[in-house]
């Protein structure tokens, strides 16, 4: 590999006279995953930054190319392990709106209140890990141990803690479990008197001040033009939320609010995040309370699986079974975009059908990809120590950027 | 299909009157609006969108449709927040071919640009920065590409030589 930071090295500057160039990563802690930052410096002051990525670069789009359209779920678990289902339903809804496939309100419903306990299970990683970076320890152990919860709960529907493969094209894998509504309400009835644990810890913590106020600024238009979305653009004060401008899987029927804060530094980030938590658990508390009942899966034979106990007594769905699993199904001609607010921000599954069962072209515009370019206008001028203080407050997923 | 786009989306209409040789073809499919973009006109129609609404560049990507000719397709997926709007923009490629680099209208889109290069091959002309982004440096294929194998060839020890 070719070195870009170290291109000049007898560039000095005018104030001291020397440049450093040093390597920050591609392993160091507060990249959370293999990131490769290039920094130059003068003193204290960072000069350029330049990301390098690619570390953890997989080829799942052309691995998604030779998988039969539901054998591509699972894959999309592993785009982002801090949000596998808004990958998981993303995917879902670009392939059933390419086959016209309307899934029943329970599933819709479920879909919406998974997808926002992973936003919380997503969030308190990044808290935890943010405060850990910055120096407060506790605050990572109280989030890990609310996020274990969430995993339990994830456990308990899809027998799997991250990657869960949970939303299939046409509704869900199986049944809600018994028990999960007693699950999730316990959770959702202590969750708000932890956030203020959380809070306790930092809002007001002089040192956390310090450390995130003013830091990482970048002003919106920057943002927009260097294709930055999420909680970082609501944090500059745009407050556009695809939940809300985009209703998919019935979000319209739910009502929350999109924090803003217009400071777009690495604070106002931290207060929307922990503000978007307290929105998700009233949506999830919504959906506790008006879950319909109904089936889980669409009726459409030969796209989704039929019940077991169907396939001991009638040979259609025995047959039906033996061709979703040997050859798939067909998809008819077309292109979708669909898009979806991940923890992050847009997550869009760019899905294209040539008419055949497997997807001809699916390409996963992942939110980390587009933040993190934004990561040279946040720390340039900055001073090195406030490079981890900006990284964390960016909330990106290596295995996201890389795919 | 353009026709009826022409006359529903007003700043279709604008850009067709704007870029009267830039818009081959439109259509509208499962509500998306798709419209093919003259390869050698895809900077100024994005300058244009950009200054009509489009401030957000959701996108670049490509898509390979070997062996048919022109195989490449290279798409701009474009958002437009204030009126929710979102456009996909097509530039049909053949092997080799170049396309105007649109860094210059959104600084977003080095990146996409870069990974369309590293995964597809297609270059960006007057791109600040095309290097490979996502594989080592020293790769040589481009394997997002149809022919490319899945499953890559044999690697052997014995044939690396040990310093």
Avoid at chain 1, 186 to 200: G, H, K, V
Avoid at chain 2, 112 to 139: A, K, T
Wanted: a negative charge; hydrophobic letters at 40%.
């Amino acid at each position: 590999m070719s070195e870009p930071g170290a291109a000049q090295p007898e560039a000095v500057s005018e104030a001291t006279g020397r440049r450093l160039v040093l390597n920050m990563g591609p392993q160091h802690p507060s990249t959370h995953g293999v990131l490769r930052l290039v920094l130059e410096l003068d003193g204290e002051t960072v000069v350029r930054a330049e990301p390098e990525i690619g570390f953890l670069h997989t080829g799942i789009e052309k691995q998604c190319e030779t998988r039969l359209y539901h054998q591509v779920v699972t894959l999309t678990d592993r785009v982002d392990y801090l949000a596998p289902l808004s990958n998981n339903l993303c995917y879902c809804l670009a392939v059933e709106k390419l086959l016209g496939l309307e899934v029943p309100p329970l599933a819709r419903w479920m879909r919406v209140m998974l997808t926002e306990l992973t936003r919380l299970n997503s969030h308190l990683v990044w808290l935890g890990t943010h405060a850990l970076d910055i120096g407060a320890m506790s605050v990572f152990l109280y989030c890990f141990r609310e996020r274990e919860d969430i995993l339990r709960i994830f456990e308990m529907f899809s027998g799997q803690r991250m990657m869960t493969s949970y939303f299939r094209i046409g509704g869900l894998a199986v049944e809600p479990p018994r028990g999960w509504h007693r699950a999730v309400q316990n959770f959702i009835q202590a969750f708000p008197s932890r956030l203020d644990e959380y809070e306790e810890l930092l809002t007001r913590n002089p040192i956390w001040l310090r450390r995130t106020k003013g830091i990482g600024y970048v002003s919106l238009e920057d943002l927009l033009d260097l294709g930055v979305t999420g909680p970082m653009l609501r944090a500059a004060g745009l407050a556009w939320d695809i939940r809300k401008a985009e209703p998919y899987s019935d979000y319209d029927k739910f009502e929350f609010d999109i924090p803003t804060r217009t400071e777009s530094d690495v604070y106002a980030r931290y207060q929307v995040r922990l503000e978007e938590m307290r929105q998700s658990t009233r949506i999830i508390r919504q959906a506790l309370e008006g879950m319909p009942s109904g089936p889980h899966v669409a009726d459409a034979p030969g796209i989704v699986l039929p019940d077991r106990e169907k396939m001991k007594t009638e040979m259609e769905a025995l047959i039906y079974h033996f061709k979703i699993v040997t050859e798939g199904f067909r998809v008819p001609p077309g292109e979708v975009y669909q898009a979806v607010e991940s923890p992050r921000g847009e997550l869009a599954y760019y899905v294209v059908s040539d008419g055949g069962n497997r997807p001809w072209r699916v390409y996963m515009r992942t939110p980390s990809f587009g933040n993190l370019q934004a990561l040279p206008a946040m720390v340039e001028g900055g001073l090195i120590a406030d490079v981890v203080a900006a990284l964390g407050s960016m909330d990106f997923v290596l295995g996201d950027v890389d795919r | 299909m353009l026709q009826e786009l022409l006359e529903s989306v007003p700043v279709i209409s604008e850009l067709a009157a704007r870029e009267p040789q830039a818009l081959l073809e439109g259509k509208r499919d499962r509500g998306e609006i798709t419209l093919v973009i003259a390869p050698s006109r895809i900077a100024p129609v994005c300058r244009f969108l950009k200054e009509r609404g489009f401030v957000r560049l959701s996108s670049i990507t490509a898509v390979d449709w070997y062996p048919a000719e022109p195989r490449f397709e290279v798409v701009y997926h474009l958002h437009d927040i204030e009126h929710n709007q979102r456009l996909r923009l097509k530039c049909r490629v053949h092997e080799g071919e170049s396309l105007e680099s649109v860094t210059s209208v959104w600084r977003g889109a080095n990146w996409y640009e870069r990974e369309v290069w590293d995964l597809f091959g297609i270059r960006f002309e007057n791109h600040p920065n095309l290097r490979r982004i996502l594989l080592p440096e020293d790769w040589t294929d481009h394997p997002l590409r149809k022919d490319f194998p899945v499953h890559g060839g044999r690697y052997d020890y014995a044939d690396q030589e040990h310093p």
